[in-house]
T-cell receptor
Framework: DSGVTQTPKHLITATGQRVTLRCSPRSGDLSVYWYQQSLDQGLQFLIQYYNGEERAKGNILERFSAQQFPDLHSELNLSSLELGDSALYFC?????????????FGPGTRLTVL | KNQVEQSPQSLIILEGKNCTLQCNYTVSPFSNLRWYKQDTGRGPVSLTIMTFSENTKSNGRYTATLDADTKQSSLHITASQLSDSASYICVVGGDSWGKLQFGAGTQVVVTP
C-alpha cells in the first residue's frame, strides 16, 4: 500500500458525460501528479500540482481539468467524454515535487466510456 | 518520438533464471533514472532511483545500472520468481519539477 488513495476504483459512463476522479496523497506529500494509461499504452503524464498550484502540464486535453485543494487532495475532471478516454487514471504524490523525489502511485481509477 | 526506449518489448523466462532489460534515453537535461514494476491493473511501484553520478543500484534481486555517457540503463533480475511477472518501466527525470518521461515498458512473464 503506497498510502495514496483514489476513488472511485471503477467508473462506467457514456460518451458526452462528465466525471470527477479523486486522489488523496500520502500524508505529508505536497505534490500530486495525474497520469493516463490507455490499453497497451505507456503512462502519459497529464498534470502536476504542488501545494495547491499547477506546476507542470503534460499531454492534458482541454476537456480535462484538475485542481488541488487546501487539504491537498486533488480532483481530475473529465468532460465531454469520448470512447478514447477509456483508460486507467493514476494519481501519484511526492514530498515536494522535485524530480529527484520518489513518486508513490495510487491504485488507479479504471474509466470505461461506452 | 519517445525519448525513452525500452527493449525487449516482452520476454518469457523460466523461473529461477536471470534476465536483463534495456533502456535507452535521449532526455536532456537529465537528472535521474528510475525503474518501476507495474503489476497488471495496479499502480507502478518504484524499484530503484539513480542520479547521474550513480552507476549501479540494487534492490534485493533487482540491480539497475546507468551509463550517463551513453544514456543507457539496464535492469537485471536475478533468480526470477513467478511474482516477478509484470511490466518493468524505465522512467527518466529531466526537469527540476517532477515531470517524468516514461518508457513503454518491458512485459516480463516468468513461467514455472
Amino acid at each position: 500500500d503506497s498510502g495514496v488513495t483514489q476513488t472511485p476504483k471503477h467508473l462506467i459512463t457514456a460518451t458526452g458525460q462528465r466525471v470527477t476522479l479523486r486522489c488523496s496523497p500520502r500524508s505529508g506529500d505536497l505534490s500530486v501528479y495525474w497520469y493516463q494509461q490507455s490499453l497497451d499504452q505507456g503512462l502519459q503524464f497529464l498534470i502536476q500540482y504542488y501545494n495547491g498550484e499547477e506546476r507542470a502540464k503534460g499531454n492534458i486535453l482541454e476537456r480535462f481539468s484538475a485542481q488541488q485543494f487546501p487539504d491537498l487532495h486533488s480532483e481530475l475532471n473529465l468532460s465531454s467524454l469520448e470512447l478514447g478516454d477509456s483508460a486507467l487514471y493514476f494519481c501519484a504524490s511526492s514530498v515536494d515535487g522535485s524530480s529527484y523525489n520518489e513518486q508513490f502511485f495510487g491504485p488507479g481509477t479504471r474509466l470505461t466510456v461506452l | 518520438k519517445n525519448q525513452v526506449e525500452q527493449s525487449p518489448q516482452s520476454l518469457i523466462i523460466l523461473e529461477g533464471k536471470n534476465c536483463t532489460l534495456q533502456c535507452n534515453y535521449t532526455v536532456s537535461p537529465f537528472s535521474n533514472l528510475r525503474w518501476y514494476k507495474q503489476d497488471t491493473g495496479r499502480g507502478p511501484v518504484s524499484l530503484t532511483i539513480m542520479t547521474f553520478s550513480e552507476n549501479t543500484k540494487s534492490n534485493g534481486r533487482y540491480t539497475a545500472t546507468l551509463d550517463a555517457d551513453t544514456k543507457q540503463s539496464s535492469l537485471h533480475i536475478t533468480a526470477s520468481q513467478l511474482s516477478d511477472s509484470a511490466s518493468y518501466i524505465c522512467v527518466v527525470g529531466g526537469d527540476s519539477w517532477g515531470k517524468l518521461q516514461f518508457g513503454a515498458g518491458t512485459q516480463v512473464v516468468v513461467t514455472p
